[in-house]
């Protein structure tokens, strides 16, 4: 692709302008209604890679932006990832009504002095949120497919921070329909009844989980759970060197490379043994 479309609702990008800033699987899709019936009108972003070969079946990673930030956040993480080896979409989050409060210190104290609600894009997890995000999500996928030369086969799930916990959320929803699933800095999804219902199932989905910084750490209770549920996850910590110029920054590209790593490991051989997944570090 040699030029960017911008329509009302879509943004379609080769990575090419913006790389220096920036079978069960079949059956289920099929189940789902089609595209024409499934097309809707909503904010995302959808990215080429460069030297798109329209004979070849990418893989797709379906990337969920962080609370407060919007689909422009693939033009961060997808260039650190690969700007070659895969088509990346990114739907807007669901607007949600956000209190913001500016506080100045007076005699010690803390003292709100004003507030305001203003809408921010984020992924609540409120049952009717979970479902609208589900819809963006494979709503997105269909756009990429309608688009671009997809391998349905090697759907990856990724997100960030509030992002991320919806995504390891709808990929327990729908196991079987993804190749992997990977939460950067999220927080484990709220505990339901139905959160596991899909275990049996999510034995087979490759789960990479990022902890450190200023993400949530797990907890002991949701380690047992995983582990007794059998699921497949590989948990890496990514400390910050507090004395190193932009640690946060250098810490995401070492997160993003190793994410790299760990799809097309699994899109090249999805039945590799889950330790061959990463080297020691």
């Not at 990418?58 to 693939?74: F, I, Q, R, T």
């Not at 990429?144 to 349905?152: L, P, R, V, Y």
């Not at 991320?164 to 992997?180: D, K, Y």
Request: glycine share 4%; with cysteine; hydrophobic share 40%.
């Amino acid at each position: 692709m040699s030029k960017v479309k911008t329509h009302s609702e879509e943004t379609v990008v080769p990575l090419r302008k913006i790389s220096h800033s920036f079978e069960s699987n079949i059956k289920r899709l099929s189940m789902r209604q089609n595209h024409s019936e499934r097309s809707r009108s909503f904010a995302h972003i959808l990215a080429s890679p460069v030297h798109y070969e329209p004979n070849y079946a990418y893989p797709l990673l379906v990337w969920l932006h962080d609370a407060g930030k919007s689909e422009l956040e693939l033009f961060d993480v997808v260039p650190k990832i690969s700007s070659q080896n895969y088509v990346a979409v990114a739907p807007r989050g669901i607007s949600s009504p956000t209190r913001r409060i500016v506080r100045s210190r007076i005699n010690g104290r803390l003292i709100d002095e004003k507030s305001w609600t203003e809408p921010c894009n984020d992924w609540p997890e409120t049952e009717d949120c979970i479902s609208e995000a589900e819809n963006l999500v494979f709503d997105s996928i269909d756009q990429a497919m309608g688009k671009f030369n997809i391998n349905s086969r090697r759907i990856f799930l990724l997100g960030r921070g509030t992002g991320a916990t919806m995504a390891l959320r709808l990929a327990f929803r729908n196991p079987s329909e993804f190749a992997g699933v990977v939460s950067i800095d999220g927080a484990f999804p709220s505990l339901d009844n139905l959160l596991l219902r899909n275990w049996r199932s999510l034995r087979d989905l490759p789960i990479l989980m990022t902890t450190g910084g200023i993400s949530a750490s797990l907890s002991a209770k949701q380690l047992r759970l995983m582990h007794t549920a059998g699921m497949t996850v590989v948990i890496r910590q990514y400390n910050e060197n507090p004395g190193t110029p932009n640690s946060s920054r250098l810490r995401m590209d070492r997160i993003l490379a190793d994410v790299n790593r760990w799809t097309m490991k699994r899109a090249l051989n999805p039945l590799a043994p889950i330790a061959e997944l990463f080297g020691h570090r």
